[in-house]
C-alpha cells in the first residue's frame, strides 16, 4: 500500500515477487483503472495476448509466494499423527478432538491434521506430515468427500475411509468415535455415514 | 497548472461503433470536468458493462470498471470510503434498469453525494440489441425477432419514486448542453441523475438521431421539427424551493408529468431538484461524528505489507 507517489504510475506494474505496489482512490498522481477483464499494467482493458500470458503468469506465481509467506502450522494444525489419522477441515474439529480422547481412554490413538488451507494446496506439507500414517480417515460435513477430491488430486494418495454428514445437524463426538471403533477393528465400510439428530 | 481538456483523454483504442452517441457522453463528461477544474486524482469515473461500461478507460482519472448492474454499489463505496473525491458513476439502461434496478432504487434512498449517468439506448448494446427495459411495448428494433413483449421503464419516474434529489435528461448529441447538465449535477448537493437519450445507431434503428431531430414530422410538415425541447425554455421550474410537503409534492409530481411526455415532443433538461433532504454523509456524521474528518480511505490499513489490523486479542478471549 502506498501512501505517496512520484513519477509515472503503473497499478499492475510487472515485478519480480508478482505484487505491485498500491495506490487508492485519491492519492496524488496515483491514478489507475481497474477492469474485470484482463488489464495492461496501467489497468486498461485489452485483449493484446502477449499481455494476457504476462499476466496470468504472474497472477498465478502468487500461489508459490502464498505457500512461502503464510507460516506452516496456519495452513495445516497437526493434533498428532498415528498409524489411522484423520484429515478434515472446518466446524467438525470439536467432536473429532472428542471422539480421539474417547478413544485414547481405551488405548486407541489415532491422528488427526486439520487442513485450513486449501488453495493452494500445502502438498509438501501434508505428504510429510503423513508420510508413516497407514490409514487415512476423511471425515467432512458434505455428501462427496470434496477435501477428500481435492487430497487426492494433490498428494496421488487415496483416502482409506471417509466419514460423512449431510443432515444439516452438526457432527457429534459418539458418532464419529463409533465410526472411528469399527475402522479399527476392520469392520467399516469405505465410506460411513452418520445421522444422529432428530 | 490549470488543467485542459486534453488532459481528461486517454490513449486507449476506442472501439465504439461509428456515430455512436456514447461519443458525445464522453466527451461532454470530459469538457465538464475540465471546466470545473477539477484535479485528475480527485475524480473517479465507475461505469458498468456494456458498450457503455469503457467509458472510464477513456477518461484520464481514476477509473473502475466494475460488474453488470453493480455499477452503484462500487461508486457509492468509494464514495463513503473517500468523501474528497467526485465521483460519477455510468452505465447502460439495461445494466442500471434491468439487472442493477434494486440498486438504482437503494441508491436513491441514500441520496449519497455523486452522480449517476445513464446512457439510455433502448438496446443492450454490448450483446448485439436485445430489447433493454426502455424500449417501449410492441416496439421492434433490428435485432429482435419479434415486437417488444415488455412495457418500459421510465427512467425519470423511477429516480423521483426513488429518492434521487437531482433528476434530469440529457441528449448525446447536444453535447454543450449535456456538459452544463453534467456540471449542475455534479454541482448539486446530493444524489443526482442523468437519463442521456443516446443513439445506437447499430442496433436501435427507431430511435435514431434523425427521429430525434423529427426528420420524420419535417417531411410531413415541411419545416424544421425536432422532437426534443428544453425543459428551461419553457421556464419549467424543477426546483423545490421550502421545507412543505404540498412545495414538495407539487415539483415531484409534476416531474412525473413530464417524465411521461414521449413521441412528437420529448423534454431534456432538469425535471426535479431537491436540496432540502439531508445528505446521506450528514446522516453519517449524526453517529460517526469525525467521519468527514477520518474517512476510511485516510486511516492505516497496512504497515511493511502486513495488515496493521490485530484481531488476535479477540481470538483469544474466545479461546476454549
Ligand atoms: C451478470 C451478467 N449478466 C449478463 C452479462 C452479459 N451482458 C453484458 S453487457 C449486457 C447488457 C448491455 O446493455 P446496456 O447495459 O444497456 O449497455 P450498452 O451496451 O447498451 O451500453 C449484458 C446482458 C454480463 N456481462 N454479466
Ligand atoms: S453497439 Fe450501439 S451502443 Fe454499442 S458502440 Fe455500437 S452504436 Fe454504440
Ligand atoms: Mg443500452
Known amino acids: 500500500m502506498l501512501d505517496k507517489v512520484d513519477g509515472e504510475y503503473k497499478r499492475f506494474a510487472f515485478t519480480d515477487d508478482g505484487i505491485s505496489p498500491r495506490s487508492r482512490l485519491g492519492l496524488d498522481n496515483g491514478i489507475f483503472w481497474n477492469t474485470g477483464d484482463e488489464s495492461d499494467e496501467f489497468g486498461h482493458i485489452t485483449e493484446d495476448p502477449q499481455i494476457r500470458i504476462k499476466m496470468m503468469d504472474k497472477r498465478m506465481s502468487r500461489l508459490d509466494l502464498v505457500i512461502k509467506r503464510i507460516p506452516d502450522d496456519e495452513q495445516v494444525v497437526s493434533f498428532g499423527v498415528h498409524d489411522y489419522t484423520i484429515i478434515s477441515w472446518g466446524s467438525t474439529k470439536g467432536p473429532i478432538l472428542d471422539a480421539i480422547s474417547m478413544l485414547k481412554k481405551e488405548g486407541i490413538n489415532v491422528g488427526f491434521i486439520q487442513i485450513k488451507l486449501i488453495h493452494p494446496f500445502p502438498s509438501d506439507y501434508v505428504k510429510s506430515l503423513l508420510k508413516n500414517t497407514k490409514i487415512i480417515i476423511d471425515i467432512e460435513a458434505n455428501h462427496s468427500g470434496q477435501l477428500g477430491k481435492i487430497f487426492k488430486q494433490n498428494i496421488s494418495r487415496e483416502i482409506d475411509y471417509f466419514i460423512l454428514k449431510y443432515t444439516g445437524r452438526g457432527m457429534t463426538s459418539t458418532e464419529i468415535y463409533d465410526s472411528l471403533k469399527k475402522i479399527v477393528e476392520n469392520k467399516a465400510n469405505k465410506r460411513e455415514v452418520l445421522s444422529h439428530g432428530a | ?320
Open chain 2, 1 to 320: 497548472m490549470a488543467l485542459k481538456l486534453a488532459d481528461y483523454k486517454t490513449e486507449v483504442h476506442n472501439d465504439w461503433c461509428p456515430g455512436c452517441g456514447d461519443f458525445g457522453i464522453v466527451n461532454a463528461l470530459q469538457m465538464a470536468l475540465a471546466e470545473m477544474g477539477i484535479e485528475r486524482d480527485k475524480a473517479t469515473i465507475f461505469s458498468g458493462i456494456g458498450c457503455s461500461g469503457k467509458t472510464s478507460h477513456f477518461i484520464n482519472t481514476y477509473g473502475v470498471h466494475t460488474l453488470h448492474g453493480r455499477v452503484l454499489t462500487f461508486a457509492q463505496g468509494g464514495k463513503l470510503a473517500n468523501p474528497e473525491m467526485t465521483v460519477v458513476a455510468v452505465g447502460g439502461d439495461g445494466d442500471g434498469l434491468g439487472i442493477g434496478a434494486g440498486h438504482f432504487v437503494a441508491a436513491g434512498r441514500r441520496n449519497i453525494d455523486m452522480t449517476y449517468i445513464i446512457f439510455d439506448n433502448g438496446v443492450y448494446g454490448l450483446t448485439k440489441g436485445q430489447a433493454s427495459p426502455t424500449l417501449r411495448l410492441g416496439e421492434k428494433t433490428k435485432s429482435l425477432p419479434s415486437p417488444n413483449t415488455n412495457y418500459n421503464v421510465n427512467p425519470i419516474g423511477l429516480a423521483v419514486a426513488s429518492g434521487f434529489t437531482f433528476v434530469a435528461r440529457g441528449y448525446s448529441y447536444d453535447v454543450r448542453h449535456l456538459k452544463d447538465l453534467i456540471i449542475k449535477a455534479v454541482r448539486h448537493k446530493g444524489l443526482s441523475f442523468l437519463d442521456v437519450l443516446q443513439p445506437c445507431p447499430t442496433y436501435n434503428d427507431i430511435n435514431t438521431r434523425d427521429w430525434y431531430a423529427g426528420v420524420d414530422l419535417a417531411q410531413e410538415s415541411m419545416e424544421r421539427h425536432s422532437r426534443i425541447y428544453k425543459l428551461e425554455d419553457m421556464h419549467f421550474d424543477p426546483m423545490v424551493h421550502y421545507d412543505d410537503e404540498s412545495e414538495v409534492n407539487e415539483k415531484l409530481s409534476q416531474a412525473l408529468i413530464k417524465s411521461l411526455e414521449w413521441g412528437q415532443k420529448i423534454p431534456i433538461g432538469v425535471f426535479y431538484q431537491n436540496e432540502i433532504i439531508s445528505q446521506y454523509s450528514a446522516r453519517l456524521t449524526d453517529r460517526i461524528p469525525n467521519y468527514l474528518e477520518n474517512p476510511p480511505a485516510k486511516q492505516k490499513i497496512s504497515e511493511n505489507g502486513l495488515p496493521v489490523t490485530d484481531v488476535s486479542e479477540i481470538l483469544d478471549s474466545l479461546r476454549i
